[in-house]
């Protein structure tokens, strides 16, 4: 099996002004340390991207954007485009956050014309999936995840040497404190694991990485990262205090 290097990441939704994020940043970049064993993304709302990429730079974290349209410039008001969020000094991008799908009317077609504009412009998206609680209940949750996956990925060229990476959040466990048991957790994520050998072969199979996302706490982080197909997790809530998500950073210590 290819060893995959952990990614703890932090979507700081819509919190955060601009001072108030380049306080928090800095006091991460502080509590946080030197880490090269995981790989570190923060993804505060884009009016705070300029002072954080400042604020974090040449530290052991990576800046990430929550979101993007897939057209590269014209007349899209309200919108930011790859190039854009890539000059603004991301590496990373949150493509299809269940906020997103639930309040703003995403589509899986439009997740995957998002993923091909990221890829073009050299950003690794962070593509969100998972079920609603009523999806879970009456027993759709690998269905929607099938839709979600085939979907979203459909017709995309994806190669080992620069995998997407996908969070798995199962909207029921987002800021509910409800974490998905381990043992759901697992099975949803190597559920995915199989999708992607499906679509697109064991290698990539074997090099994605697969975040969980949902609740995530300095109390849980360590018994999720157990799991064999857990290789990070998407943080919310905890992300947003420097103590709590670098407890979560430096959860093998
Ligand atoms: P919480 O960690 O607040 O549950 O949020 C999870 C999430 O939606 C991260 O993208």
Same mark, same amino acid.
Request: glycine share 10%; proline share 6%.
């Given at each position: 099996?290819?060893?995959?290097?952990?990614?703890?990441?932090? %979507?700081?939704?819509?919190?955060?002004?601009?001072?108030?994020?380049?306080?928090? @940043?800095?006091?991460?970049?502080?509590?946080?340390?030197?880490?090269?064993?995981?790989?570190?993304?923060?993804?505060?709302?884009?009016?705070?991207?300029?002072?954080?990429?400042?604020?974090?730079?040449?530290?052991?974290?990576?800046?990430?954007?929550?979101?993007?349209?897939?057209?590269?410039?014209?007349?899209? +008001?309200?919108?930011? @485009?790859?190039?854009m969020i890539a000059s603004a000094g991301c590496r990373y991008v949150i493509?299809?956050?269940?906020?997103?799908?639930?309040?703003?009317? =995403?589509?899986?077609?439009?997740? %995957?014309?998002?993923?091909?504009?990221?890829?073009?412009?050299?950003?690794?998206?962070?593509?969100?999936?998972?079920? +609603?609680?009523? =999806?879970?209940?009456?027993?759709?949750?690998? @269905?929607?995840?099938?839709?979600?996956i085939q979907e979203g990925l459909k017709d995309l060229n994806l190669n080992?040497?620069?995998?997407?990476?996908?969070?798995?959040?199962?909207?029921?466990?987002?800021?509910?404190?409800? +974490?998905?048991?381990? =043992?759901?957790?697992?099975?949803?994520?190597?559920?995915?694991?199989?999708?992607?050998?499906?679509?697109?072969?064991?290698?990539?199979?074997?090099?994605?990485?697969?975040?969980?996302?949902?609740?995530?706490?300095?109390? %849980?982080?360590?018994?999720?990262?157990?799991?064999?197909?857990?290789?990070?997790?998407?943080?919310?809530?905890?992300?947003?205090?420097?103590? +709590?998500?670098s407890e979560i950073i430096h959860y093998r210590t």
């Amino acid at each position: 099996m290819a060893s995959r290097k952990p990614l703890i990441a932090g %979507n700081w939704k819509m919190f955060k002004t601009c001072p108030e994020a380049e306080t928090t @940043s800095r006091q991460l970049v502080e509590r946080v340390g030197d880490v090269s064993s995981v790989d570190i993304m923060i993804a505060p709302p884009f009016t705070a991207l300029a002072v954080v990429s400042k604020a974090i730079e040449g530290s052991s974290m990576e800046l990430g954007a929550q979101n993007l349209y897939w057209e590269k410039e014209g007349a899209f +008001t309200g919108e930011v @485009s790859a190039p854009m969020i890539a000059s603004a000094g991301c590496r990373y991008v949150i493509i299809g956050h269940s906020e997103r799908r639930q309040f703003f009317g =995403e589509t899986d077609a439009g997740v %995957n014309k998002k993923i091909q504009a990221a890829f073009e412009a050299s950003l690794i998206p962070v593509v969100c999936v998972g079920e +609603t609680e009523p =999806e879970r209940d009456s027993g759709k949750t690998f @269905s929607v995840l099938d839709k979600q996956i085939q979907e979203g990925l459909k017709d995309l060229n994806l190669n080992t040497s620069n995998p997407p990476v996908i969070a798995y959040e199962p909207v029921w466990a987002i800021g509910t404190g409800k +974490t998905a048991q381990p =043992e759901q957790a697992q099975e949803a994520h190597a559920y995915i694991r199989k999708l992607i050998s499906q679509g697109f072969g064991d290698e990539l199979a074997s090099a994605i990485r697969i975040l969980y996302g949902g609740s995530v706490k300095p109390g %849980n982080i360590a018994e999720l990262m157990a799991l064999p197909d857990i290789d990070g997790a998407l943080v919310g809530g905890a992300s947003l205090k420097p103590e +709590t998500f670098s407890e979560i950073i430096h959860y093998r210590t």
